[in-house]
Antibody, heavy 118, light 111 residues
Framework: QVQLQESGPGLVKPSETLSLSCTVS??????????WSWIRQSPGKGLEWIGY???????NYNPSLKSRVTISIDTSKNQFSLKLTSVTAADTAVYYC??????????WGQGTLVTVSS | QSVLTQPPSVSGAPGQRVTISCTGS?????????VYWYQQLLGTAPKLLIY???NRPSGVPDRFSGSKSGTSASLAITGLQAEDEAEYYC???????????FGTGTKVTVL
């Protein structure tokens, strides 16, 4: 059974870059039927899909965030990562990583709270 | 800003039936994209409850059912139990936004 675990700093300063990693266990990020996604949840905007990556490195991002987002994958570590540049307070949220199969998200990591503040 | 609208809250007594609506538009649910439902217990990550409009993953009780019609979808919980108290979200794909979209969320309270 696939499990995901997010990791990264819980506090990021405004205008800096948010960086998170997701470690996958119980399965391989190189699976040819899975896309690996980032989703965030904030009180103001609810759940928001950020983007996904395929093991080949192919990505798809939410157009609303596309100019600031990079998702990468490291098959040797069975991890994928998120970078969000030029963050503001509006980027404060719980960030989840998830496996996307057939256009839905299952399972999800436990989530990690990232606060943008000086 | 969610493009899928849900009622903020619904409530019911144990054993009762409650339904949660998810209203979209011609660029998402109305365009034929499937609807998915998630249950989020307090302090935990969302969990897939319904996929492909009306299918339950293994382990999800048959008290939960989903349906879709036109530009809307619904989640029904029959035989409401205390453990069903949670936030519920619908999800689909929006062709205008070229993005997966989620509903605004509905808090289910068991009286």
């Amino acid at each position: 059974q696939v499990q995901l675990q997010e990791s990264g700093p819980g506090l990021v300063k405004p205008s800096e870059t948010l960086s998170l990693s997701c470690t996958v266990s119980g399965g391989s990020v190189s699976s040819d039927s899975s896309y690996w996604s980032w989703i965030r949840q904030s009180p103001g905007k609810g759940l928001e899909w950020i983007g996904y990556i395929y093991y080949t490195g192919s990505t798809n991002y939410n157009p609303s965030l596309k100019s600031r987002v990079t998702i990468s994958i490291d098959t040797s570590k069975n991890q994928f990562s998120l970078k969000l540049t030029s963050v503001t307070a509006a980027d404060t949220a719980v960030y989840y990583c998830s496996k996307e199969t057939s256009n839905c998200f299952d399972p999800w990591g436990q989530g990690t709270l990232v606060t943008v503040s000086s | 800003q969610s493009v899928l609208t849900q009622p903020p809250s619904v409530s019911g007594a144990p054993g009762q039936r409650v339904t949660i609506s998810c209203t979209g538009s011609s660029s998402n649910i109305g365009a034929g994209y499937h609807v998915y439902w998630y249950q989020q217990l307090l302090g935990t990550a969302p969990k897939l409850l319904i996929y492909g409009n009306s299918n339950r993953p293994s382990g999800v009780p048959d008290r939960f059912s989903g349906s879709k019609s036109g530009t809307s979808a619904s989640l029904a919980i029959t035989g409401l139990q205390a453990e069903d108290e949670a936030e519920y979200y619908c999800q689909s794909f929006d062709s205008s936004l070229s993005a997966y979209v989620f509903g605004t969320g509905t808090k289910v309270t068991v009286l």
